[in-house]
Every structure is written in C-alpha cells, then in structure tokens.
C-alpha cells in the first residue's frame, strides 16, 4: 500500500511521542514492503534529508509559533497529499481533524489518532482549549476511522461524544543492557532515577524534583526533556533544584543514547497526568526499569500491577524511598514490566493493527501473514478483554 503519516514533526524523533510513534510505525511498515510517506517540518528535519530507513520524506515549511505550529503544517501537508491518491493516510493529533476532510477530498481515506484530552492541557489558553474541543468533536465525523491508543481514552469519546472509535495501543521494545556511557551525563549506572518528558507543567516535573528532595539517597535523579514554549516553567524548575546537587538536567535525548539512558537506570517515575498511553511509561516498562506513576488513569491502565502507583508528592517521596531501600522489590517489578510489553504493547503486534486497519480503509486485501507468539499472545489477551467488556 501506498501510506501517508501527517500531523507530526517528522523522523528521525527529535521531539516527542508521536514522532517516535511515527518513526517505529513508517519503518516498520516500510520493513514490510509498503510505500510510506512522512511529512515533516522544515525546523525539525533538513529539507534535504528525502528518506529514512526506506520511509520518504516530504519535508514542508511551517510557522514555527506555540499555536500555529501543528495547524499550518498539517494543512499544507493535507493540500500536497491530495493529488498523490495514497491507499490510506493517518493524521496524528485531534488538533489537526479539519484537514482531514482536505486529505479525503483526494480519494484517500483518512484514519485520525486523536492521542489525549489535549483541552485538559495547562499550557493552552482558553481560545487553545475551546478548539481542542471542537476539534475532539469533528475528529469523530472528518476521518474514516477515529483511532484511540488506550481504552480510558477511547471510553472518554464513547460517553462524550457517542463516538465508537477503533483502539490502537502504542508499542515499545523490550531489552536491558549494561552501558557504562550514561557516565556522560555524570551519573553510573544503576545508580540514578529517571524521568523523561516534555517540561510542561501537566507533566509534573516540579512534583518529582520536590519529591526527590526529601528523599535520602546517594542516587541522582536525571531529568530529561525540554520544551520549546515553556522557558518560565524550566527555569522555575531548576532554581527548584538548584541547591541539590543530585539534580542533574539533560535536556532532549533521542535515539541510541535515549535507549542506554532507560536500560541503565535504577527505576522510573512518571507523572504525567493528562494523555492517552504515554510512549515514555511503556519505554520504561520494556527496558526494564521499576516503574513509579502518578495514578491518573490512563497510567494505571498501562502498568496493570507491573508497577507502583503513587497519589501525590508526599506519597511518591515515601514510595520512591521504599524502592531505594530494597534491591528485591526493584528486580521484581522490573521483570514484571517487561512481560507485561511482552503481552500488551508488542510492536509487531500493534503495526499488524495498523496494517489491517489500512487495508479495510483501502478497500484492500493483505496477504496471510505469519503471527509471532507475543502476537498470539497479545491477539488472544484483547480479544478475552474485548468479550468481557461485551
């Protein structure tokens, strides 16, 4: 098939989530034999970079503002996708749901994945959060297919929109090695916390830093991520840390130095409390870390009993305490994790949905493909959830 990905900021992932979606996604498509085109941003990647791992390019101009950013480049990406009559189109971000009717104009269909409740977001004004709203709403009539990545999201649009959509959950690999390299970054390891996100106040950074400091301990906590329109917010963060030399800021990593960071890290916490399933829990999960989490709903669903939910400050110090104390509690939460990616967020398994789902939006029929058992396992797993919900 002939596949396009818009909405994101393009690959090789430099950014967030969905650039990292959309890179193992289009690769591994890819992989498969089919034609996939990934629209980036001018300001994100070169416009003379045309192809990565066997996935096109199609590099396009944007205003690089707070608001405009997404909006403009999708629907500048929408208009050159028209006349290129793609077998199907995945438009990521319910911000971008207008244009999907600009993508179907061509002859293509178009499925969306609206990804979280992005109106809950803090750093949105009143005018950002009223279109999110609108947007939720036209991304359940615009697009062929309204695709979900986690079940409380998709429960969230049943009720409020009366809207069936179809759930997608996102994938992560599964592996842990030993890299002496993360000395880098002046921690060793096995002997450092970990948290990754973008530095935006949903995402509660503030709260771990506040947590960490009460906490007693010979460990660091790395903090890693940045954000482009948040400066006020980091700098109010590291005068937080300021005077705790454990404290360490790495700003964005990717890649190859991204994966050593995960695998040599003594545990993780998480606090990000709006979104669908989010890509850094479920990394952590599969590179084996013990993982802490803030008890939103989406990120208990994700850890089922593979990790350790905390409340709030006072609750995340006391726990993360507990977890530095004891070697056994770590390990076994660490084994945990990873079956449950084993069994639940399994790549192969989450692009044989995507596949599938493209080919009845195209109209067309794949040959039989042979199922690995993490599929089978998966396959079986949601398909058991999908009778008891019935």
Not at 1 to 20: K, V
Not at 138 to 145: F, G, Q, R, S, V
Not at 252 to 276: P, S, W
Not at 319 to 329: E, M, P, T, Y
């Amino acid at each position: 098939m002939r596949i396009a990905i818009l909405g994101t900021r393009g690959i090789p992932a430099n950014y967030g989530g969905f650039e990292t979606f959309a890179e193992h996604l289009s690769t591994r498509l890819a992989a498969r034999g089919h034609d996939v085109t990934v629209y980036c941003r001018a300001h994100y990647v070169s416009p003379r970079q045309l192809e990565f791992q066997g996935v096109r390019l199609k590099v396009l101009p944007t205003i690089r503002h707070k608001y405009f950013d997404t909006v403009i480049h999708t629907f500048l990406s929408a208009l050159h996708a028209i006349p290129q009559r793609y077998d199907a189109a995945l438009i990521c971000n319910a911000a971008n749901a207008p244009f999907a009717s600009i993508v179907r104009a061509g002859g293509t269909p178009v499925a969306l994945n609206v990804d979280g409740l992005e109106h809950k977001r803090k750093k949105w004004n009143w005018i950002g959060r009223k279109y999110y709203l609108m947007a939720e709403r036209l991304a359940t009539i615009l697009p062929n297919e309204t695709v979900t990545d986690a079940k409380v999201i998709q429960e969230y649009y049943l009720a409020q929109h009366r809207a069936i959509s179809t759930m997608i959950a996102y994938g992560a690999e599964v592996e842990r090695k030993v890299d002496p390299s993360v000395r880098r970054w002046r921690v060793e390891p096995n002997r450092y916390v970990l948290y990754v996100s973008r530095l935006e106040p949903e995402n509660n950074a503030h709260l771990v830093v506040e947590a960490f400091k009460r906490v007693r301990t010979g460990h660091k906590l790395l903090i890693v991520g940045d954000a482009p329109y948040a400066r006020d917010y980091i700098n109010d963060l590291k005068a937080r840390a300021r005077r705790d030399k454990r404290i360490v800021f790495t700003g964005f990593v990717f890649g190859r130095d991204y994966r050593t960071l995960q695998q040599n890290a003594y545990c993780y916490v998480h606090a990000t409390e709006v979104g669908g399933t989010h890509p850094a829990l479920l990394e952590a999960m599969g590179f084996g870390n013990c993982v802490l989490t803030l008890a939103a709903p989406e990120n208990i669903e994700a850890i089922g009993d593979a990790g350790i939910a905390y409340a709030d400050e006072t609750d995340l110090a006391e726990k993360l305490q507990r977890v530095l104390r004891d070697g056994s509690l770590v390990h076994a939460y660490r084994n945990r994790a990873q079956a449950r990616v084993k069994e639940f967020y399994d790549w192969d398994y989450v692009v044989n949905q995507y596949e599938d789902l493209f080919a009845k939006m195209a109209g067309l029929t794949l040959p039989a493909r042979t199922v690995s058992s993490a599929t089978k396992t998966a396959s079986a797993i949601k398909e058991t959830a999908r009778s008891a919900s019935a």
